[in-house]
């Protein structure tokens, strides 16, 4: 069965307040685009589309040069919300197999997770797959709602919630997989909402009254985490920044003070290295095994030959 991948990358980010589109706005050395598409690479889609809007030459430019394999490139002109965005996408994608849909901002996403939801979508054999989440507070998240079988029945948006759906902990994280025959029902999601746009997870009661049964599969909140201004950046990057130190120890690397170290994506270190309080490896640096690196030291696409 062949899988395409849909990256939605086109928001504006009003809430950064920076001429910079959001999805380049860097997290740990490398755009939070990058992530996205490193997380999806190793699935070897077929075909991989990168939705863009504001910004969209500079996203597309940047996207060329991440060097993650074939890209292809969709512009919605205009932001008019994440199901437009995907119906942008569709004349780049084959009439057949899987579309897996991510967002541009989720930098914190993993292969693994991602191999999971396309695994839970096709055991279930179902036509979606939501990638839900349990969350003590759900505030501003769509709650997933079900049956008293426990099957999927739609997805209600916290502004149309009743009080009884608003005490749902389960929300729809925003990830999904489609057999890509349903997503001709995009025509039929319509925009008769407060923002005049055209939202994906209403395409989800589509799907069921066409009679295509409707998955979820649980994810980690922490992996579905969006990025919708420069403080969720912070919590994103402080994430990944132990993501990455965990990785080192594991690795045999020392980290004397993980709070006061940080590690690019992309840097590479040796076992049995030492890196010291304040220490900063930035953007292609390589150190080698037995090194001591610190206290406050940053080196930049720099390589540390080992001891």
Do not use: I
């Not at 070897?44 to 996207?63: H, N």
């Not at 969709?74 to 057949?96: I, K, N, S, Y």
């Not at 709070?259 to 590479?268: L, M, Q, S």
């Amino acid at each position: 069965m062949s899988l395409s991948v849909v990256v939605l990358a086109a928001g504006e980010g009003k809430r950064f307040r920076s001429a910079l589109p959001k999805s380049l706005h860097p997290l740990a050395g490398r755009p939070l685009l990058w992530h996205v598409l490193a997380a999806a690479a190793p699935l070897k889609a077929g075909r991989t589309v990168v939705v863009v809007g504001v910004g969209a030459e500079e996203v597309t430019a940047a996207a060329k040069g991440f060097d993650l394999g074939p890209l292809r490139f969709a512009v919605q002109p205009e932001p008019r919300g994440t199901g437009d965005a995907l119906a942008t996408a569709l004349p780049q994608l084959p009439r057949g197999g899987q579309v897996l849909v991510l967002y541009g901002d989720a930098p914190l996403v993993t292969t693994p997770l991602l191999e999971r939801l396309l695994d839970h979508h096709r055991s279930a054999q179902a036509a979606a797959t939501l990638l839900t989440c349990q969350l003590e507070d759900p505030s501003g998240y769509g709650r997933v709602l079900r049956d008293a079988d426990g099957a999927v029945t739609g997805v209600v948006e916290q502004r149309d919630a009743t009080p009884e759906q608003l005490a749902v902990r389960e929300v729809n994280a925003g990830f999904y997989v489609f057999e890509r025959r349903v997503l001709d029902g995009l025509a039929e999601v319509g925009s008769d909402n407060d923002q005049g746009e055209r939202y994906l997870p209403d395409l989800v009661p589509v799907v069921l009254r066409g009679g295509g049964p409707v998955a979820a599969c649980p994810g980690p909140a922490e992996e579905v985490r969006g990025v919708n201004d420069r403080a969720e950046l912070a919590a994103a990057g402080a994430a990944l920044r132990r993501r990455l130190l965990d990785r080192l120890l594991r690795a045999g690397v020392t980290v004397v003070d993980p709070a006061t170290t940080f590690v690019d994506v992309d840097v590479e270190v040796g076992a049995d290295t030492v890196l010291e309080p304040l220490t900063f490896l930035e953007a292609g640096t390589r150190v080698g095994a037995r090194c001591r690196l610190g206290p406050n030291a940053r080196l930049v696409a720099c390589t540390v030959e080992e001891e």
